[in-house]
């Protein structure tokens, strides 16, 4: 079956850490997104990528990273410069023009410690 | 960038009933989507209407779009346990994917 695999689904880290939360997609789909979600709040976009080896800025990419090396990955790098990590991360990818419908993972939750 | 807002933020039924949940959104737009999100899980697509469009189905769920006013709503009817779930609008449509209100959480009471 097709579709975005994150991981991992939880994950512990120690201030000063970096992670990497890692989306896998087999759905053929160009366009691939990070979303941050917070308690009760709704999704704000980190970073988004329409081709490999091509990423554009969100609205909170600070203290992030991406890089899309193959057109299935799209890793999402949480460095130490983030002020304020814990949260849940939702990748997301979409292989339509113009309507974006989102195809989205299962979300990875992250906790700093 | 455009926002959709949804309300009310929290609503609890009874199972069975029909559940009205509002989104408003501030500029004009191509279409409208809807989203669920059950607890810890990522978001399911439900439904997208077209600007020109005033009203659609997909089983037990109406979207109506009214583009003068900016607001579209969702209607879940005989609601079930099942439905119990965040349902987020969203719009945008662009290279930089869709803006999301911070959604209703629903709670359908057995």
Not at chain 1, 33 to 58: A, T
Request: aromatic content about 8%; glycine content about 10%.
């Amino acid at each position: 079956d097709g579709g975005i695999t994150q991981s991992p689904k939880y994950l512990f880290r120690k201030e000063g850490q970096n992670v990497t939360l890692s989306c896998e997609q087999n759905l053929n789909h160009d366009a691939m997104y990070w979303y941050r979600q917070d308690p009760g709040q709704g999704l704000r976009l980190i970073y988004y990528s329409q081709i490999v080896n091509d990423f554009q800025k969100g609205d909170i990419a600070e203290g992030y990273s991406v890089s899309r090396e193959k057109k299935e990955s799209f890793p999402l790098t949480v460095t130490s410069a983030q002020k304020n990590p814990t949260a849940f991360y939702l990748c997301a990818s979409t292989g339509q023009s113009g309507a974006n419908v989102l195809t989205f993972g299962a979300g990875s939750r992250l906790t700093v410690l | 960038s455009q926002q959709g807002e949804e309300d009310p933020q929290a609503l609890s039924i009874q199972e069975g009933e029909n559940a009205t949940m509002n989104c408003s959104y501030k500029t004009s737009i191509n279409n409208l989507q809807w989203y669920r999100q059950n607890s810890g899980r990522g978001l399911v697509h439900l439904i997208l209407i077209r600007s020109n469009e005033r009203e659609k189905h997909s089983g037990r769920l109406r979207v109506t779009l009214d583009t003068s006013k900016k607001s579209s709503s969702l209607l879940i009817t005989a609601s079930r346990a099942a439905d119990t779930a965040s349902y987020f609008c969203a719009t945008g449509g662009g290279a930089d994917g869709l803006t999301f209100g911070k959604g209703t959480h629903l709670i359908i009471q057995p």
